[in-house]
């Protein structure tokens, strides 16, 4: 952040370590509200027996941004997606607060051969009340969910939200997959 020197982003956590090597930083094509926190996406490339890599991709969507932003955003995510039959999880905080933000998201996916994760019961991370005022302008919806999984090229055993955690205003969301054979 530029007035305080804190340090924000993404984390993405496995039961096994994720090689250094595989690690690639995709920082958002501009702040939001110019000055606040920078947005960023974490690649992750772990290999897989087959000879494969599994591409993991924890994304932290722009927020207050205009709309006309928001696709340059997604297209610098999506393009480093290799291959369309390589398995690939795509998941994170969109801030796809709005119908049209979401119909990006899933145009976007739906074109990378992804198909979304509906964890288990109902609990999500609900909108932040202070954003309620959003629904007057934008199209917000806080009963549209903002944290998201996509996934290809996997069998997904589990998916629910972790509802302990503290350490901020969106739940984890924890899936359990395993890895579809090469065809």
């Not at 390589?86 to 899933?106: H, M, Q, T, Y």
């Not at 549209?144 to 503290?166: A, K, M, P």
Request: hydrophobic share 40%.
């Amino acid at each position: 952040l530029p007035f305080t020197k804190l340090s924000t982003g993404v984390l993405t956590i496995a039961n096994r370590p994720l090689p250094d090597s595989g690690v690639i930083p995709i920082r958002a094509p501009r702040r939001e509200l110019l000055v606040a926190s920078p947005k960023v996406s974490l690649k992750s490339e772990v290999p897989l027996a087959d000879g494969r890599m599994l591409q993991i991709i924890n994304c932290h969507g722009l927020n207050f941004v205009p709309f006309s932003v928001l696709p340059g955003q997604l297209d610098q995510i999506f393009d480093t997606l290799e291959a369309s039959n390589s398995p690939a999880i795509v998941c994170g905080d969109f801030n796809v607060w709005s119908e049209r933000r979401l119909k990006l998201l899933n145009q976007r996916t739906t074109d990378a051969g992804l198909a979304e994760v509906h964890p288990r019961g109902l609990q999500h991370s609900p909108s932040p009340k202070w954003l309620r005022w959003m629904i007057r302008i934008n199209g917000f919806d806080p009963k549209i969910r903002l944290d998201r999984i996509y996934t290809r090229g996997l069998e997904v055993l589990d998916c629910y939200s972790h509802t302990g955690s503290e350490s901020s205003d969106h739940l984890p969301l924890v899936m359990s997959y395993k890895v579809l054979p090469k065809r």
